[in-house]
């Protein structure tokens, strides 16, 4: 079945360096891939719409600044957390649906945790 | 404005007993609706999913009904097993397509033995 792998599990860092999150879809090629943030205790809110070949689109109140998505091909997306703050910790979790004509369902990775010092 | 709902408080069950979570929405006109579980830590499963001119589906132990006169959505899972105890979400299209999905806050389910 459709598998997508996410890397680094976790990942801990000081404040104000840069976090590369991978986002891969390893049997499937993904045109579109999203990324959502979860906090403690609450749902998966998404971030942004990642395009291949295009550029990303962001959720109202997300920096693009911030957050940048890079769709480099059909089966990765990268998340970069510039600058990180503590608020920034959390965990990330990317997904992509094999389905051609977007009605379909959405295939998670595992999830990165994220936490800056 | 828009909003999805689903039972905060933690479902405990007994083992073998039929658990029944509810996901209702307001201010949406979904395509379609989806359930996942999520593991601590982990990223959703998906499960089942179930369009608006469908009433029920099923898939094993899963069954899910969708109410679009209601707006509700109701999630089943007969002969509870306490490897079913986890977090389970319900999602909508989000209003604008493109397969964006909106998240409930989830229900924990505890099946006791």
């Known amino acids: 079945g459709a598998v997508v792998s996410q890397h680094p599990s976790w990942v801990i860092c000081k404040s104000g360096t840069s976090v590369k999150i991978e986002c891969r879809s390893l049997d499937f090629q993904a045109t579109t891939m999203f990324w959502y943030r979860q906090f403690p205790k609450q749902s998966l809110m998404l971030m942004a719409t990642s395009n291949e070949g295009s550029k990303a689109t962001y959720e109202q109140g997300v920096e693009k600044d911030k957050f940048l998505i890079n769709h480099a091909s059909l089966t990765l997306s990268t998340l970069t957390v510039t600058s990180a703050h503590p608020e920034d910790s959390s965990f990330y979790i990317c997904?992509?649906?094999?389905?051609?004509?977007?009605?379909?369902?959405?295939?998670f990775g595992p999830g990165t945790r994220l936490t800056v010092l | 404005s828009q909003k999805i709902e689903q039972n905060s408080e933690a479902l405990n069950i007994q083992e073998g007993k039929t658990a029944t979570l509810t996901c209702n929405y307001t201010n949406y006109s979904p395509a379609y609706l989806q359930w996942y579980r999520q593991d601590p830590g982990r990223g959703p499963v998906f499960l089942l999913l179930?369009?608006?001119?469908?009433k029920e589906k099923r898939k094993e132990r899963l069954k899910v009904t969708f109410d679009t006169t209601l707006k509700q959505s109701l999630f089943h899972i007969t002969a509870s097993q306490p490897a079913d105890s986890a977090t389970y979400l319900c999602?909508?299209?989000?209003?604008?397509?493109?397969?964006?999905?909106?998240f409930g806050t989830g229900t924990q389910l505890k099946v006791e033995l």
């Open positions: 179930i369009r608006e001119n469908e």
């Open positions: 999602a909508l299209d989000a209003l604008g397509g493109g397969n964006k999905l909106t």
């Open positions: 997904s992509a649906s094999p389905g051609t004509s977007g009605r379909s369902e959405q295939f």
